[in-house]
């Protein structure tokens, strides 16, 4: 336990008077604490940051002109109880604070919902729309789908990057659906998003999609039974699939054909299924889309090779 942990509330209220001491201290708490990161953050430093920066109410990835204000008694409370709650209940900066950021985008998230941090908002924003990236001509994306929304943070990207497009998002969970709807609301969308509730493609009857947006629960059982607690306290069903990790991914393959355009693509997240998701479908062409943050984990297979496609039917046939 680092030395600032013995030392009594009072007298670390009465020291700590600027977020340059907040953000110190709880960097040694996080580092002491061993903590775990993966949503939003990877270290102590920048989960520190965020604490910091979102409780005072300050603008999210400016940091330096802050931190040698002088803060009020109720704004070192606030930090205070954060930094120990962060400690002692091991839950996700972005839960005690009911806020997480993606493409400098803000969406409210709680315990209904898992925390939004899919490489697939990087990639809508980092290259792969636009005249250069494989989507060239976003505005004539005229129907897309979010599979597995979770909080609506993929579709509400997606209303930012396809500006005429109408989208639709489907949730299995309804209490992660009442998140979704707060922050379709919140983000003024309700006109252009759809919340559906149901199993993957239920819900939808024969609609189809020039895109189809997914981040599906993808981690095997080993890994769900050895989660830390920050990772345990999110909906099970956000993270479970299945004994190998791939029990929805593979049927988002091998049903995604009937929903798309003919000149539709599926977009789908799996983490670090890759080997096995090739292996489950070595028929289908998968494009593997890299971010700053990961490698081989986002796929993109055109609707004329996923099964029941035209290039994937060939393929087939010459094989027979």
Known sequence: ???DAKAAPAEILASFDR???????????????????????????????FIVLEALHLPIDRLEPFLDAKLTLDERERLLDLIE?????????????????????????DERTIVPRSFIGELLFGGLVGEAGLIERPEEVARVLDLCAGGGSLAILAARVFP???IDAVELSADALEVARRNVEEHHLIKRI???????????????????LTNPPYVDAAALAAFPPEFACEPRLAHDGGEDGLALVR????????????????ICEVGRGRALVEAAFRDVAMLWLDTQESEGEVFLAWAWDLPGGERARTRRAKKA
């Open 1 to 3: 336990m680092p030395p």
């Open 194 to 212: 759809a919340l559906h509730q149901g199993d993957l493609f239920a819900p939808l009857g024969d609609r189809r999609y020039d895109l189809i």
């Open 164 to 166: 005429r497009a109408l």
């Open 19 to 49: 977020p340059r001491d907040w953000l110190r201290y709880a960097v040694s708490r996080f580092n002491a604490a061993d903590l775990a990161y993966g949503h939003g953050v990877d270290n102590a430093f920048d989960e520190a940051a």
């Open 85 to 109: 709650r962060r400690v002692s209940e091991r839950k996700p900066a972005a839960y005690l604070l009911n806020r997480a950021y993606i493409q400098g985008e803000r969406f409210y998230v």
């Open 251 to 266: 049927r988002i393959v091998r049903e995604a054909r009937a929903h798309l355009t003919a000149h539709g693509a599926l």
